[in-house]
């Protein structure tokens, strides 16, 4: 199940409230950026849920204040200035050289923090 949503706070207030009313029933939520998992963590807490004993959170960035929302968010770090220099440089061999540019797997990295709890498979 998916809900979607402007990456805001605002869309990610909106995407949690109509995650809570669907009657969707899951142990995680994925989060497309840490802008909406930061805005799910205040939406969920404000219908009474504990993260993560209810429900977990996981962005997606590790943006600097992920480490410092309550609780502290999982999120997984994207290799943002490999993704820079690799676009730009795919960018300017197309245009200087005519280099189709090809497909490129970059290295990225889960980040756990406290917004996620174990689960009976991780024992």
């Known amino acids: 199940q998916f809900f979607s949503a402007d990456i805001t706070m605002e869309g990610g207030a909106g995407a949690t409230r109509a995650f809570l009313t669907s009657g969707f029933k899951c142990t995680a939520l994925l989060c497309f950026s ?3 998992a ?60 005519q280099i189709v540019p090809s497909s ?5 990295g889960l980040v756990i923090r406290g917004s996620t709890r174990a689960t009976s498979r991780d024992a």
């Open 104 to 108: 490129l797997l970059l290295d990225c």
């Open 34 to 36: 840490d802008v909406l």
């Open 38 to 97: 930061a805005s799910a963590l205040v939406e969920l807490r404000r219908h009474g849920f504990h993260v993560p004993s209810d429900l977990s959170v996981i962005g997606i960035d590790d943006l600097p204040a992920s480490a410092y929302s309550e609780p502290r968010l999982t999120t997984v770090r994207l290799p943002v200035s490999s993704m820079g220099y690799e676009t730009a440089d795919a960018v300017a061999g197309w245009i200087e050289r």
